[in-house]
Antibody, heavy 121, light 108 residues
């Protein structure tokens, strides 16, 4: 069974750093792209970027380039999303998702449960 | 970057009725790269349709997708109570991924 299990909710202060995780099981981690999606409170979905764990090829949406870092650790089948300095506007639910079919030009078919990140002073 | 505009913003219908949701792209997109998702409160999105008209796994056939170029449609024939949710269209390309702003399908 394909599963993407994300780390738990976080409460942080502005300026702090954060790394959230997405643990994969049920398929070959290195054979499928993983994407990250933001959903701000009461708002729609925003695509942040993708990574291919097989070779760490990473692509960011223009709005998120330089704002976050996406990475992966093949040894533990886990993808990460990290911030070096959080802002209040980073408050959102963050989803990881597997891209179907092993290619970058495919939709996300399996999703994590989401990680709520709250940034507040 | 391709912009997807969904209409209407909110659609109020009764169970059993037919829902027609629209997604318009700012430039022509390959139908191979257009998907639809359903999202219920507190849940992750669920893939319904990909390639504009292909059903994802375990999706009932009352959901159907169509369209090409800049205009795409998701049709739900015979609404069930569990279908009331927010629906997003999504363009996925090797260098560009965007979502529409969503259509909320609510019970009338």
């Amino acid at each position: 069974e394909v599963q993407l299990v994300q780390s738990g909710a976080e409460v942080k202060k502005p300026g702090e750093s954060l790394k959230i995780s997405c643990k994969i099981s049920g398929y070959s981690f290195t054979s499928y792209w993983i994407g990250w999606v933001r959903q701000m409170p009461g708002k729609g979905l925003e695509w942040m970027g993708i990574i291919y764990p097989g070779d760490s090829d990473t692509r960011y949406s223009p709005s998120f380039q330089g704002q976050v870092t996406i990475s992966a650790d093949k040894s533990i089948s886990t993808a990460y999303l990290q911030w070096s300095s959080l802002k209040a506007s980073d408050t959102a639910i963050y989803y990881c998702a597997r891209l179907h079919g092993g290619y970058s030009s495919t939709p996300a078919d399996y999703w994590g449960q989401g990680t709520l990140v709250t940034v507040s002073s | 970057e391709i912009v997807l505009t969904q209409s209407p913003g909110t659609l109020s219908l009764s169970p059993g009725e037919r829902a027609t949701l629209s997604c318009r792209a700012s430039q022509s997109v390959s139908s191979s790269y257009l998907a639809w998702y359903q999202q219920k409160p507190g849940q992750a999105p669920r893939l319904l349709i990909y390639g504009a008209s292909s059903w994802a796994t375990d999706i009932p056939d009352r959901f159907s997708g169509s369209g090409s170029g800049t205009d795409f449609t998701l049709t739900i024939s015979g609404l069930e109570p569990e279908d009331f949710a927010v629906y997003y269209c999504h363009h996925y390309g090797s260098t560009s991924y965007t979502f529409g702003q969503g259509t909320k399908l609510e019970i009338k």
